[in-house]
């Protein structure tokens, strides 16, 4: 009995103990949601609902539908092409490919606070240009598509420093007179008809002229992943196997050893292997063009955008069949 009864004051006292805190930390956060703006308390709580609503898996969406729902996520692949442009119809001649330019989600609401709209990351003639997303849809293009690199160990720091190595990398060097890029990326295609992408890249090294800028917004997108794989493979962030997953060039990545081979390596073998992979193989990774990231397997198919409409897709076939309708 009295066992029972010390027991009943331990709980009693307990009681006594917790419910007082819980009294003051829910006042606490009472007050402290009181505190906020009513504004942004409105709006957070209308873009949750707007995205909640999004969410319903009804396709196709309206693009605002899309865009409130928020489906994309940082450094995802945006495949777009141009029409009533010479140098897009000539890429896309030049890689029989339904797309001409390459870009990657930068940031947004659902990434960063401050933000009401979602940009992307592209080269422009100037060097980077950081374009809200409906602009890009609306303005630049005939039709968008959008692709993901899936895998267990890209988290946000990863995708953060893969847009981070894009931003570091373009510089604003892009001052041809039109007439001069518009003569220069026609070349390039015809060239690379009969070359081939890598030696016409190196071509116009050789020159000193820099490739058309189309190709190297899909090149850098490349070199943004490979870079950043490098960097956290080096701090032992990443194994040296991650590296090979995140080359889009397939004769570059064949270069590569094969997952089981690696083992046979000192860790600072590795590393030095993959430094001077990177090395040796520039040409090819800066000549990664749209329709490389477009054919690559180790990159998702998510969303194809036209005409204000998003549907989503699942396989290259499906995008060129919703690109002819």
């Not at 009995?1 to 009693?12: E, P």
């Not at 933000?115 to 630049?140: H, M, P, Q, W």
């Amino acid at each position: 009995m009295l066992k029972w009864a010390r027991l009943g004051l331990v709980f009693a006292l307990g009681a006594a103990i917790v419910a007082p805190a819980l009294a003051v930390t829910g006042d606490s956060d009472r007050t402290r949601f009181e505190r906020l703006d009513p504004e942004r308390i409105k709006t957070w709580q209308e873009r949750r609902a707007a995205r909640e609503a999004a969410r319903r898996e009804t396709w196709p969406k309206t693009v605002d539908e899309f865009l409130a729902g928020e489906y994309l996520e940082r450094a995802d692949i945006v495949l777009t092409r141009r029409d009533w442009d010479l140098s897009s119809y000539m890429i896309r001649w030049a890689t029989g490919s339904p797309f001409s330019h390459a870009a990657m989600v930068f940031t947004g609401p659902q990434f960063d606070a401050g933000f009401s709209n979602t940009f992307v990351i592209e080269a422009g003639t100037g060097g980077v240009d950081l374009t809200n997303i409906r602009d890009y849809i609306n303005d630049k293009s005939s039709f968008v598509a959008v692709k993901r690199f899936k895998n267990p160990w890209f988290d946000q720091a990863k995708q953060s420093r893969v847009r981070g190595v894009l931003l570091d990398r373009i510089k604003g060097s892009y001052n041809y007179w039109a007439i001069t890029r518009i003569v220069r990326n026609i070349w390039f295609g015809v060239e690379r008809q009969v070359q081939g992408k890598e030696k016409t890249v190196e071509n116009y090294k050789l020159r000193e002229w820099s490739p058309p800028n189309d190709y190297i917004c899909s090149g850098l997108v490349q070199l943004g992943f490979v870079e950043a794989v490098i960097e956290f493979i080096k701090s032992g962030a990443l194994p040296i196997t991650a590296l090979k997953e995140v080359v889009f060039h397939s004769e570059a990545a064949s270069r590569l050893p094969e997952p089981a081979d690696w083992q046979f390596m000192e860790p600072a073998a590795q590393v030095e292997t993959a430094e001077l992979f990177r090395v040796q193989n520039i040409v090819e990774l800066e000549a990664v063009t749209p329709h490389d990231l477009a054919t690559s397997d180790k990159l998702e198919w998510l969303y194809f955008i036209r005409e204000g409409q998003v549907y989503r897709v699942n396989s290259y076939d499906d995008v060129v069949n919703q690109a002819r309708n």
